[in-house]
């Protein structure tokens, strides 16, 4: 195969069907989250997640995006 060739299709081809196929993939509107219980940064008390837990996800819902945390020990 020769090199025009490739750069056609390594350059215009598979871009052009990674993006048309791109429209039918759908990202979840839900971003899980893992953290540890470090207080006051992060925290697992229910109204009170800590500093960093409501940061991060006021940022998500800026987003428009939920957050789901996993509280991991």
């Known amino acids: 195969m020769g090199c025009m060739r490739k750069c056609f299709i390594f ?3 598979i871009p052009l069907v990674l993006f048309l196929i791109s ?3 759908r990202a979840s509107d839900t971003l899980p989250l893992a953290s540890g219980d ?3 940064y ?3 008390v229910p109204g009170d997640y ?3 837990t ?3 996800s006021a ?3 800026e987003m428009g ?3 789901e945390v996993q509280w991991l020990p």
């Open 11 to 13: 350059g215009w081809c």
């Open 23 to 25: 429209g039918f993939v």
């Open 38 to 40: 470090w207080p006051p």
């Open 42 to 44: 992060t925290q697992n």
């Open 50 to 52: 800590g500093l960093t």
């Open 54 to 56: 409501e940061i991060v």
């Open 59 to 61: 940022v998500i819902a």
């Open 65 to 67: 995006m939920h957050t």
